[in-house]
């Protein structure tokens, strides 16, 4: 049976160590999700709203936003230096160029695609294939290299 994404939500904040965030869904255009800081909730484009498996990656990818900008406010160490800096210069939907690579190639993006394939593949049997080319086999890469965090 597959669980209620309150549950869902609830064990992938314990797993990152952060509190869970409201979900709402909205209209975002092309966006997949969105994570809004200042009012503290994750949006969810409205189209997934029947869609377990895309509102699970939404999750567990913004969520680990939320996990990156605290590791970046609480450690002194090289990764939180690094993180504190990227969080600060973002690109997102509105800022990325025509064919989005500026988006795929940061650090904070792969990190939480990897996140996401990490957590969904090993504690909800959920297999994650990204719709990018050569994308996945990177991730696993990243994930092998930063187990410790993930």
Same mark, same amino acid.
């Given at each position: =049976?597959? !669980?209620?994404?309150?549950?869902? %939500?609830k064990?992938?904040?314990?797993? $990152? &160590? /952060?509190d869970?965030?409201?979900?709402k869904? @909205? #209209? $975002?255009g092309?966006? #997949? %999700?969105?994570?809004?800081?200042?009012? @503290?909730?994750? &949006?969810?484009n409205?189209?997934y709203? #029947?869609?377990y498996?895309?509102i699970?990656k939404?999750?567990?990818?913004?969520?680990?936003?939320?996990f990156?900008?605290f590791?970046a406010?609480l450690f002194h160490? @090289?990764?939180?230096?690094r993180?504190? &800096?990227?969080?600060?210069?973002q690109?997102?939907? %509105?800022? =990325?160029?025509?064919d &989005? %690579?500026?988006?795929?190639?940061?650090e904070?993006?792969i990190?939480?695609?990897?996140?996401?394939?990490?957590?969904? @593949?090993?504690?909800?049997?959920m297999?994650v /294939?990204?719709?990018?080319?050569g994308?996945d !086999?990177? $991730?696993?890469?990243y /994930?092998?290299n930063?187990?410790r965090i =993930?």
């Amino acid at each position: =049976m597959t !669980k209620t994404i309150k549950q869902l %939500s609830k064990e992938i904040a314990e797993h $990152l &160590g /952060i509190d869970p965030l409201p979900i709402k869904y @909205e #209209d $975002l255009g092309d966006e #997949d %999700s969105r994570l809004y800081t200042q009012e @503290e909730y994750v &949006g969810i484009n409205k189209k997934y709203k #029947d869609d377990y498996e895309e509102i699970a990656k939404c999750i567990a990818h913004e969520y680990r936003h939320v996990f990156q900008i605290f590791y970046a406010d609480l450690f002194h160490d @090289e990764r939180a230096t690094r993180w504190k &800096g990227l969080l600060r210069t973002q690109i997102n939907s %509105s800022t =990325m160029n025509d064919d &989005g %690579s500026n988006y795929i190639n940061q650090e904070l993006e792969i990190d939480a695609f990897a996140f996401t394939k990490f957590y969904l @593949e090993n504690f909800e049997d959920m297999e994650v /294939i990204n719709r990018i080319d050569g994308l996945d !086999k990177y $991730l696993d890469l990243y /994930i092998k290299n930063n187990i410790r965090i =993930m």
